[in-house]
């Protein structure tokens, strides 16, 4: 046996192997990490948060193997009113009788339609298009976050989850919903 034919050799090579092998296939799933976690920061860091609002959560839904919709949740001690009159400045109006807007985070020209019906459509407006929910509760309310599904009004594996409580009363709730595609 010479020297070149050591166990000790052989499992250094060995131990080579096996990581240029998990390199390769760790490569692309840090990529797509990146890539999601690029697209989430692009989207928030545009998206104009009201002062002092408290981050609760995030909740996401996967909507087909190449998008999904994630939900952002704030809480404010601040009545709706305020908190509607303090986005008026950066987006289009609310709804009527709604509390939903939309909000282009890549400072485009969003399409007449969704600003009328204040969605975003994953087809065409993904990574661009924010929407901005509101939910107002009174002082002894405690504050319930709705689901994804409920915010979406849309059920998209067939089930609406009971809202989510929080330590939380009264205030205004607000969630910051937008679709990213997925790698």
């Known amino acids: 046996m010479t020297a070149s034919d050591s166990p000790a050799k052989h499992d250094a090579k060995d131990t080579h192997v096996i990581w240029i092998i998990i390199a390769i296939v760790a490569s692309p799933l840090l990529v797509c990490s990146s890539w999601q976690w690029w697209q989430n920061a692009g989207i ?11 981050f609760i959560t995030s909740d996401s839904a996967a909507i087909h193997t190449e998008m999904e919709y994630i939900v952002h949740y704030y809480w404010v001690d601040a009545l709706i009113r305020d908190v509607r009159n303090y986005y008026r400045a950066f987006a289009y109006p609310f709804a009527f009788e709604s509390d939903v807007m ?38 002894s309310e405690p504050v319930l976050l709705p689901s994804i599904f409920a915010i979406r009004g849309e059920w998209y594996d067939g089930r609406l989850p009971d809202p989510q409580p929080t330590s939380r009363h009264g205030g205004t709730l607000i969630a910051y919903g937008y679709f990213i595609s997925r790698l």
């Open 44 to 54: 928030l860091t545009t998206a104009p948060q009201y002062p002092n609002a408290e």
């Open 102 to 139: 939309v909000y282009d985070a890549l400072w485009g020209k969003l399409p007449q339609d969704a600003i009328e019906q204040q969605t975003c459509w994953y087809e065409e407006l993904r990574d661009s298009c924010v929407e901005i929910h509101l939910f107002e509760f009174g002082e």
